[in-house]
């Protein structure tokens, strides 16, 4: 018989090596090799960062490189009219424009918000035209008036006294007013128009967000501003920031008013002056683009000889109160909740307010 196979299990072998086998392993009482030291990490160099005096140096070195086709373009008759009218915007109005910001800043600085609350009436409907008669005395452009209407909010004065205030402050103040008498020297009826317009619309939206306004539609600023800095350096921080941040739009505004004057076509121009609402309606949306600072906005509505006088009395009364710079400083003083409400009824009414004025004045 023959006897039966037993299958006979095969011994496994001994296991694949993996990759942290390979090393052979240090026999007992052996040192271990020391690891191979890391790499340290790479520093990554600096990237050439475009400051602005490398960009001027730059800018000056093309126009140095670039003379002789600038000087070809500037010879135009067209280029000189253009550089004539920037050269006499810029003249004359930056002088009101760095007074303005000088007083402007002091007046944020040096006088506390309590002042305002004590002199104010306790009735909201009585201190609206108060707050708004305070801006013909107190000095202060756009960028300063919505810091100071958000410190009387912060510190009880009622809302719409304090919006009346934010609206009447940049545009009927003694600086702007004489800048717009030097302006038009030849239509004084100019300054009582822009007074009366501006005060008006002022103290209409101050009495319009006490009849509709909510509350929850303004968030009030939580903070003091300039918090932590003395008196002299918040001064000559205002300063500085105003001047270099109103002059830019100075700057934009008389090369705009420049152009319409020397390059755009005239029947553009006559297109738009032939008829009144949509002589009106460009140039007040022209100074809600420009976003010039009041105390030198009237040079530049000067020269805008083209439009009637009520078209530039727009473009007076719709600028220090809505622009570009305002929607977006109110939106962060304020809130966009109540940005979004408050501009587009501001410039409703500052065009209403402009028209009605100049019908009956001009």
Not at 313 to 332: E, R, Y
């Amino acid at each position: 018989m023959t006897k039966p196979t037993t299958a006979t299990t095969p011994h496994p072998g001994p296991p694949p090596s993996t990759p942290a086998d390979t090393h052979p392993h240090p026999a007992p009482g052996a040192h271990p090799s020391p690891a191979p030291p890391t790499p340290a990490p790479s520093t990554p160099t600096p990237r050439p960062r475009l400051t602005s005096p490398l960009t001027l140096t730059l800018l000056l070195l093309l126009m140095v490189l670039a003379q002789s086709p600038l000087r070809r373009a500037l010879s135009t008759p067209v280029m000189q009219s253009w550089t004539t009218v920037f050269v006499a915007v810029m003249i004359q109005a930056l002088p009101f424009l760095v007074l303005g910001v000088l007083l402007s800043a002091a007046i944020a600085v040096y006088v506390p918000p309590s002042f305002f609350a004590r002199a104010l009436p306790r009735s909201p409907a009585l201190a609206v035209p108060v707050a708004g008669m305070a801006g013909a005395v107190l000095p202060g452009c756009e960028c300063a008036s919505v810091p100071v209407a958000g410190a009387l909010v912060r510190r009880g004065v009622p809302p719409a006294a304090a919006l009346a205030f934010l609206l009447s402050a940049p545009a009927i103040n003694p600086i702007v007013l004489t800048a717009t008498a030097v302006a038009f020297p030849r239509d004084p009826e100019m300054v009582l128009a822009r007074f009366v317009a501006s005060l008006l619309v002022a103290c209409a939206m101050g009495w319009l967000w006490h009849r509709v306004g909510r509350t929850d539609w303004l968030r009030p600023p939580t903070h003091a501003h300039r918090a932590g800095q003395t008196r002299g350096q918040a001064f000559w921080d205002a300063t500085r920031h105003d001047v270099l941040h109103a002059g830019g739009f100075l700057v934009v505004g008389a090369m705009a008013a420049a152009t319409l004057k020397a390059v755009a076509p005239e029947h553009w121009l006559r297109a738009a002056t032939d008829h009144p609402a949509v002589a009106v309606l460009t140039l007040a949306l022209l100074a809600v683009v420009l976003s010039i600072c009041s105390e030198a906005d009237a040079f530049v509505a000067a020269s805008l000889t083209q439009f009637s006088l009520t078209a530039r009395l727009a473009f007076l009364v719709v600028g220090p109160m809505i622009d570009l710079k305002l929607f977006a400083m109110q939106a962060g003083t304020f809130g966009r909740s109540f940005a979004v409400r408050f501009a587009p009824a501001t410039f409703v009414l500052a065009v209403a307010g402009a028209v009605l004025t100049g019908a009956v004045l001009l």
